[in-house]
T-cell receptor
Framework: DGGITQSPKYLFRKEGQNVTLSCEQNLNHDAMYWYRQDPGQGLRLIYYSQIVNDFQKGDIAEGYSVSREKKESFPLTVTSAQKNPTAFYLC?????????????FGEGSRLTVL | AQSVTQLGSHVSVSEGALVLLRCNYSSSVPPYLFWYVQYPNQGLQLLLK??????LVKGINGFEAEFKKSETSFHLTKPSAHMSDAAEYFCAVSAAYGGSQGNLIFGKGTKLSVKP
């Protein structure tokens, strides 16, 4: 079945450590996104990529980094510079060129900093 | 620029009662509008979308929404709530022309509780 796979689902990190969250899609979508979700805050955009080897900062990119070396993959690194990294992270994809803008989401990764 | 306001962070209804979740949007161009549902510790799933065709949109699980341009609203309704409807619901907007940053702008969500 086509879809988006995020891993790990749960992750614990000590302060000062970098962690990388994986996002893989087999929907043949051009565009991929990372959102952060905090209770009562809705979804906030971290980074997005419309094409391989290109990505753009979203509203809250500080302390995060991404890469897009393959169409299927869009990993997110939460660096030690991120002041409050404990959150639920959601990866999504969409088919660029479709102006309906529908996003398809993974199951999410919950990061807890100890 | 686009924005979304969801009125009420928490809504509680009895099983069998009407569900009404409110969403107002702001957009400088004709909008595309979406409702997503999220169950605990899961991703978001599309319930329905408005893309400038019929103003009354029917979605999955018996939900529907009506686009009202004069009121800039896109409220979500379901005639009879079921226990399985308990979840968080997000309204989202995107520009109808071209791509906007992040593709979709989300509201802050409304948690729906269903009492037996």
């Amino acid at each position: 079945d086509g879809g988006i796979t995020q891993s790990p689902k749960y992750l614990f990190r000590k302060e000062g450590q970098n962690v990388t969250l994986s996002c893989e899609q087999n929907l043949n979508h051009d565009a991929m996104y990372w959102y952060r979700q905090d209770p009562g805050q809705g979804l906030r955009l971290i980074y997005y990529s419309q094409i391989v080897n290109d990505f753009q900062k979203g509203d809250i990119a500080e302390g995060y980094s991404v890469s897009r070396e393959k169409k299927e993959s869009f990993p997110l690194t939460v660096t030690s510079a991120q002041k409050n990294p404990t959150a639920f992270y959601l990866c999504a994809s969409s088919s660029s060129g479709r102006i309906t803008g529908e996003l398809f989401f993974g199951e999410g990764s919950r990061l807890t900093v100890l | 620029a686009q924005s979304v306001t969801q009125l009420g962070s928490h809504v509680s209804v009895s099983e069998g009662a009407l569900v009404l979740l409110r969403c107002n949007y702001s957009s400088s161009v004709p909008p595309y509008l979406f409702w997503y549902v999220q169950y605990p510790n899961q991703g978001l799933q599309l319930l329905l979308k408005y893309t400038s065709a019929a103003t009354l949109v029917k979605g999955i699980n018996g939900f529907e929404a009506e686009f009202k341009k004069s009121e800039t609203s896109f409220h979500l309704t379901k005639p009879s709530a079921h226990m399985s409807d308990a979840a968080e619901y997000f309204c989202a907007v995107s520009a109808a022309y071209g791509g906007s940053q992040g593709n979709l702008i989300f509201g802050k969500g409304t948690k729906l509780s269903v009492k037996p």
